[in-house]
Nanobody
Framework: QVQLVESGGGLVQPGGSLRLSCAAS????????ISWYRQAPGKERELVAT????????NYGDSVKGRFTISRDNAKNTVYLQMNSLKPEDTAVYYC?????????????WGQGTQVTVSS
């Protein structure tokens, strides 16, 4: 079955770094765009970053531009989110999303999330 498993979250001090991973299985990973979303308590889910299926293009939310980098390794069915210069406002549950749109159907898969807490 389809699985997206996030890992790498944890507690980090402001200014620190974390690298999140999302391991995929059960679908043709290399044909899907992958996004990272986050959701803080009491807030709506926010798009953090997206990378195209071949990894040639990426884009970022304004709040993380210049600090976060999304990448993927299609040979390992894994996508990464390198997070640098972390701020307390980056605290959230981070979710991995795989999506593909075809003329008659949209595929959309979610992971279970990993907690990132930025605090001194």
């Amino acid at each position: 079955q389809v699985q997206l498993v996030e890992s790498g979250g944890g507690l980090v001090q402001p200014g620190g770094s974390l690298r999140l991973s999302c391991a995929a299985s059960g679908f043709t990973f290399s044909t899907y765009a992958i996004s990272w979303y986050r959701q803080a308590p009491g807030k709506e889910r926010e798009l953090v970053a997206t990378i195209t299926s071949a990894g040639r293009l990426s884009n970022y939310g304004d709040s993380v531009k210049g600090r976060f980098t999304i990448s993927r390794d299609n040979a390992k069915n894994t996508v990464y989110l390198q997070m640098n210069s972390l701020k307390p406002e980056d605290t959230a549950v981070y979710y991995c999303n795989a999506h593909k749109s075809l003329p008659l159907v949209v595929y959309n898969y979610w992971g279970q999330g990993t907690q990132v807490t930025v605090s001194s």
